[in-house]
Structures are given as structure tokens and as C-alpha cells.
């Protein structure tokens, strides 16, 4: 065993001293991007000096190290993929990629990865691209610092900024994805970190996610997107320190959950969306410490949520704080901060005297009749949710919160 390792080690030393690295230029031996793919040997380093290179799809099959410098371009000339991975330990960084064919079949992407382990796809830029980050039964990568900026107008004509599929322990992060259908979109993708991504402007949602268990999303912000961020058909996700903000619209949301199971909502932070978060079949989830801050809806509860727990977040300005539909099916609402709480505290300690009661009258008529929200601010409203308040009839008697807070809960929101 011990003469195996040696050799492992040996045969290590050799094929890393044994690397080259080779330089593509204009005025340089090899002038072509796809040529010194082919006569590369694994483990070199290929260096691509300033200039714009107009070429079809380049293979990369064999582990290389490819860096631009001062980000040459490379110009797909709208004929399919521009770059194509198809070996384990590949690293791509510093390029401009631009011009990716667009069709109404096949998802074509600036840099497409395919059955890699190991790989690192790092400050690129990619401009004009069908699909951005294409990444397909790949595992243990790297996708960080990158700028994907496209121009989208609809959902049928554009592709996603960074698309993983079928794929295991990737670490997206520090990437900026505008102008895209999705800026992030995972399918079957487990035990991953999205960490620190800027996704906004987006046609569809900043990110979208389905069938994807054990993931986390920490320091995100999502801003402004067509219907905010999807969740859906997932188990023990992890939420924490990102931004939901001005997402804006008749079918938009801040966080959309569907089909959720076990999960932790922290430290986060709802601004200005037409529904922070929009629950549907979640269960076993924590809602803490997070802010709802001048949304419509701060929460909104649909059919099927069991057993989860709404403590110590901060409810400021919404025009409904919860809307909920069905029995209390073991929801727990304690300790949280309410700006419409009009209780006392007369002993001092934080926590107010009596119950406070978050869904209002008004919240359970335009939930049956959403023609109703236009009355929103009148009079007539005022009057029926005081005259609930004073004895309710329509509204969950058991919903309640019996320790409001009279302080804001201190958020660690490093979004």
C-alpha cells in the first residue's frame, strides 16, 4: 500500500512539472483559441492575450487552465455553444464571451459543463448569450465572480444566467446576473452554496429552484425581478442574510414556497415586494429574525402548511401582514414585532400585555373577492377591521400571537 501511494505521489510530481503553458495571440506561434486545445497536454495553462477571436464551439477535453488576459473576446458568432467542457479539472477565467446561438430546442450557453468534477468557471463576462453558465451532471465546481448581462424581453426568447441540472456540491457565488429569463435556476442540484449573487432586472425570477434538498442561500440579493424567487418541490433548505426587494406585480413575490419541507428562513430581509413571502404546502419550516418591511403582503399562508414556526421577526409597514386560509395545523406565530400593535406593557419587560391578532377583516375579504384591495385604504375598511378586532367572527380566533413584542427584533442581515 505504501509503495502505491509513493507512486500516486510520483506520477503527481511528474505530470505537474511535466505542465506547459502556452500563449494565444494574434502575433503569437498559436493565433487560434480552438488549435491550442488540441495541442495542449493535460495540466497545461493556456494564456489568451487581448484581442477578439471569432470562433465555433471549442472543446475542452482534457484538463487545462485557461485565463485571459485584460478579458479577450470570444465571439461565437451565434453558431451554438462557445465553450464546451467536457473533462474534469478545467478552470476558465478572465474571458469576454459573446454572440451564443439562440433556439427554441437545445439550450445553448456561452460556457456549457458537462459530466465535470472539480471545474472552476471564474470572472468571465458574458454578454449577448441564449443560456449563460450551462451546467449538467457536474459536481464539486466552482462559478464565481461573473457577469452575466443579457437583453430578455420574454420568457419564450431568453435562457437562464447560471443553470445547473442534475448536479451536486456546486459553490455559486459573487456572480452578477442580469437581463436573463432566471438569473439562477437549479433542478435536481444537492448539498450546494449560493452565496453573495446579485440577480435583478430578470424577466422571469432571480432564482428559481425545484427538487434541490440540502442547499443553502446566504447573502443574496434579489431585486426587481418579474416574479421574484421560486422555491419549489424541495426539503431542508437554508435561507439566510439575503435581500427580497421591489419585486413588483400582479404575480410577483418576494420568496415563493411550494411543496417545502423542513427549512430554515433567517436573517433575511422583504422590502417592497407585493408579497414578501407567498406560502403554499410548506411545512416544518423556521421563520425567524427576518424583516417585512413596506410590502403588501408580508406573508401570505395558501392550503397545506403544517407545524411551522413564525418567531421574533419584524412585521414594519406592510398593508396586510398575514393573509391565511384554512385551520391553524399547528403554525405558530410568538414573539414577533408588529408596527400596528397598539398594546401596553406595563411591566417593562419587552413583551406586551395582551394577544395581538395579525389578520385583519379586510385580509379575509379580498382573499375571497381580490377585486376588494382597491379599498384598501378607505374609510369602510378602517371601520370593519376595528369592529373584528373588537369581536371577531370571521377571522382565525386561535391565530394569534400572545407575545408581541414592543421593541423591533436586531436583525443580522449582512445582504
Known amino acids: 500500500m505504501k509503495i502505491e501511494k509513493l507512486l500516486i505521489i510520483g506520477l503527481l510530481l511528474a505530470s505537474s512539472l511535466s505542465a506547459a503553458s502556452r500563449t494565444v495571440g494574434a502575433e503569437e506561434a498559436l493565433t487560434s483559441i480552438g488549435e491550442a486545445m488540441k495541442v495542449s497536454a493535460p495540466g497545461d495553462t493556456i494564456f489568451i492575450q487581448p484581442g477578439t477571436y471569432r470562433e465555433e464551439t471549442i472543446y475542452i477535453d482534457k484538463p487545462l487552465v485557461i485565463i485571459g488576459r485584460d478579458y479577450p473576446v470570444i465571439d461565437g458568432m451565434n453558431k451554438g455553444y462557445i465553450l464546451e467542457v467536457r473533462s474534469d479539472s478545467v478552470t476558465v477565467k478572465g474571458l469576454m464571451l459573446i454572440n451564443v446561438q439562440k433556439s427554441y430546442t437545445k439550450a445553448y450557453s456561452a460556457i456549457h459543463v458537462y459530466g465535470s468534477k472539480n471545474f472552476v468557471i471564474e470572472d468571465n463576462k458574458l454578454r449577448n448569450s441564449f443560456f449563460g453558465i450551462l451546467i449538467e451532471r457536474s459536481k464539486e465546481g466552482l462559478i464565481r465572480g461573473n457577469r452575466v448581462i443579457g437583453n430578455a424581453v420574454t420568457e419564450q426568447s431568453s ?110 430581509t422583504f422590502h417592497r415586494n407585493t408579497i414578501g413571502i407567498s406560502a403554499d404546502g410548506a411545512s416544518k419550516i423556521t421563520f425567524s429574525h427576518n424583516n417585512f418591511d413596506n410590502n403588501g403582503w408580508a406573508i401570505r399562508f395558501h392550503g397545506a402548511c403544517y407545524d411551522n414556526d413564525i418567531t421574533k421577526n419584524n412585521f414594519r409597514h406592510n398593508a396586510l401582514d398575514i393573509s391565511y386560509k384554512g385551520p391553524i395545523n399547528g403554525n405558530v406565530f410568538d414573539q414577533n414585532y408588529w408596527s400596528e400593535y397598539a398594546g401596553y406593557d406595563l411591566d417593562k419587560n419587552n413583551v406586551g400585555d395582551v394577544p395581538y391578532r395579525p389578520v385583519k377583516l379586510f385580509s379575509y375579504v379580498v382573499n375571497k373577492t381580490p377585486e376588494t384591495i382597491i379599498l384598501l385604504r378607505s374609510l369602510f375598511v378602517d371601520i370593519i377591521n376595528f369592529s373584528e378586532k373588537v369581536s371577531p367572527i370571521m377571522t382565525p380566533d386561535n391565530l394569534k400571537d400572545n407575545r408581541p413584542l414592543m421593541k423591533p427584533v436586531e436583525i443580522d442581515d449582512r445582504s
Open 159 to 268: 435562457g437562464n444566467g447560471i443553470h445547473a441540472w442534475h448536479s451536486d456540491r456546486l459553490t455559486i457565488s459573487d456572480n452578477h446576473v442580469e437581463g436573463m429569463r432566471d438569473g439562477i435556476y437549479l433542478e435536481f442540484v444537492n448539498k450546494s452554496e449560493i452565496v453573495g449573487n446579485l440577480s435583478r432586472n430578470n424577466v422571469r425570477y432571480g432564482l428559481h429552484f425545484m427538487f434541490s434538498n440540502d442547499d443553502r442561500y446566504l447573502q443574496n440579493r434579489f431585486e426587481n425581478n418579474g416574479a421574484g424567487v421560486a422555491v419549489m418541490f424541495s426539503k431542508r433548505i437554508d435561507m439566510r442574510q439575503n435581500e427580497f426587494a421591489l419585486n413588483w406585480g400582479s404575480a410577483s413575490y418576494g420568496l415563493l414556497l411550494k411543496e417545502i419541507l423542513e427549512g430554515e428562513i433567517v436573517d433575511n
